[in-house]
Nanobody, 126 residues
Framework: QVQLEESGGGLVQAGGSLRLSCAISPRTGGTYSMGWFRQAPGKEREFVAAIAYDDGNTYYADSVKGRFTISSNSTKNTVYLQMNSLKPEDTAVYYC???????????????????WGQGTQVTVSS
């Protein structure tokens, strides 16, 4: 059973930075497309960023482009989300997701992923 473990959330002032991490276990050696989504209270879960398993291309929501960066480690079993210039509207629970086959448009929708982390709270104060 694949599990995703997230870390790095917290409270930060507007303009600050946080880095989220997500590790896949067990380390099967398989490659996964990985994504980050977020969900604010009363809102639907929305796409933030993703990295494709085949070519490592990255994708971002317009709302975070230029401020957030998704990356993975050399073995591709940990993904990071570096969040800079944070805004109060970035406040949400952030979820890591993984799937062995998601590519293209499937990277941007929750249904494109089989595995999910438990979520980590990010709160940005004004």
């Amino acid at each position: 059973q694949v599990q995703l473990e997230e870390s790095g959330g917290g409270l930060v002032q507007a303009g600050g930075s946080l880095r989220l991490s997500c590790a896949i276990s067990p380390r099967t050696g398989g490659t996964y497309s990985m994504g980050w989504f977020r969900q604010a209270p009363g809102k639907e879960r929305e796409f933030v960023a993703a990295i494709a398993y085949d070519d490592g291309n990255t994708y971002y929501a317009d709302s975070v482009k230029g401020r957030f960066t998704i990356s993975s480690n050399s073995t591709k079993n940990t993904v990071y989300l570096q969040m800079n210039s944070l805004k109060p509207e970035d406040t949400a629970v952030y979820y890591c997701a993984a799937d062995q086959y998601a590519l293209g448009s499937r990277l941007r929708v929750p249904i494109g992923y089989d595995y999910w982390g438990q979520g980590t709270q990010v709160t940005v104060s004004s």
